[in-house]
Nanobody, 119 residues
Framework: VQLVESGGGLVQAGGSLRLSCVASTRLESITSMDWYHQAPGKQRELVASITSTGLVDYAGSVKGRFTISRGNAKNTANLQMNSLMPEDTGVYYC??????????????WGQGTQVTVSS
């Protein structure tokens, strides 16, 4: 599985950005897609996740501000980020969990996209 993110950039505090992640699969099916945030000098943390059935979950720090959704193609996950704060700055990584026809599970990471929120 290959994941390609887009949509990062520089925005002022209070602004919005929309991240997109497109997964290219061969024979695997995607069971869930997630967005992680890695702030400078910190560990990568889960921000939002969405399952193949549409169930979503968010980190407490982004609830009410971020929205994860699937695109028209089920191999796409979008992250709408509103009311951005300087602490949202960092690299955002797309992550996907997959399962093949033999029920073997695997996962993949995107290359990351930089989000910078200025105060």
């Amino acid at each position: 599985v290959q994941l390609v993110e887009s949509g990062g950039g520089l925005v002022q505090a209070g602004g919005s950005l929309r991240l997109s992640c497109v997964a290219s699969t061969r024979l695997e099916s995607i069971t869930s897609m997630d967005w992680y945030h890695q702030a400078p000098g910190k560990q990568r943390e889960l921000v939002a996740s969405i399952t193949s059935t549409g169930l979503v979950d968010y980190a407490g720090s982004v609830k009410g501000r971020f929205t994860i959704s699937r695109g028209n193609a089920k191999n796409t996950a979008n992250l709408q980020m509103n009311s951005l704060m300087p602490e949202d700055t960092g690299v955002y990584y797309c992550h996907a969990n997959t399962r093949d026809m033999f029920s073997q599970r695997s996962h993949a990471w995107g290359q990351g996209t930089q989000v910078t929120v200025s105060s």
